[in-house]
């Protein structure tokens, strides 16, 4: 099936090959070590048949700073992230907050990870240290064959310039990432319509992701803008928390309902 990535990086192409992809979240939480790969593997077991990829990442734990994540967590999302790509022949990626992409590759390089998610790839934040352009370049150098899916006005960040057009974050973002990830405001919260057509705009050769918010009721219209999307919220009844199980109801409605709109085959 072709592609609906506009002129995509060929690992893009190659790595998500339906044209509306969805990409499903697996969160680790705070635990042991066992605990964390038994979920991930219980979470996988659930969205496999649905979706077209999963990311693993540290949820609200693990975080050394504002912008790293701490030895021992990179250690668990290294045994997590093997775990996953051992039992699934969908691509699998990693996003290993708080920013941490240096990390991310390097995941990816031990344990088969095919993509990164960042939260931000431009911008400048309170409290946040801003990516620096050319670092994140030399260290994608150095992992080519894993392609990155950067986010620009994130949740739960504040820009230090609010008034930042966000038509303009793309502009730079489409420089450095292979899809650009644009969210709402917190996490489940419903990405704007607006947003996503002022991305589309000023990067339509760019791959646009919708971050958050993407449910049954408004996929015919975000999935008509966008290219994909990651999906986290939308597959637990109770929210992202510790202890909220995905339901198997709520994906394959969800992916079905996807399919019905843009005639997706083959999950």
Known sequence: MTSHFPNPHPSIKKVFWPTKPI?????????????????????????????????????????????????????????VTKAVVKHTSR???????????EQAFQICAKTGARFVQLDHVTGQFVGKSSVDP????????QYEDV???????????????PSTPISQSAVTAK?????????????G???????LQKVKTAAPDCALIIGSGLNVRNIKDQLSVADGAIVGTAFKR???????QIDKKLVSSFCSEVSKHFGISGR
């Open 23 to 79: 990409i499903a979240m697996i969160h680790v939480f705070e635990g042991n070590l066992e605990s964390q790969i038994n979920q991930a593997l219980l979470d996988l077991s659930l969205l496999e048949k649905w979706v077209d990829g999963v990311i693993v990442e540290n949820y609200d734990c693990g975080y050394k700073d504002s912008n790293l994540a701490t030895k021992e967590m990179v250690e668990r999302l290294i045994a």
């Open 91 to 101: 691509p699998v990626g990693v996003n290993v907050l708080p920013n941490d992409y």
């Open 134 to 141: 050319e670092h994140l370049l030399s260290v994608r150098k």
């Open 147 to 161: 392609i990155l899916l950067g986010g620009i006005h994130p949740k739960y960040y504040t820009l230090v310039d």
């Open 175 to 187: 420089q450095l990432t292979d899809a650009i990830v644009v969210t709402g405001e917190y996490t």
């Open 189 to 195: 919260g419903e990405t704007q319509m607006d947003d």
């Open 238 to 244: 109770d929210g992202v928390k510790p202890g909220s």
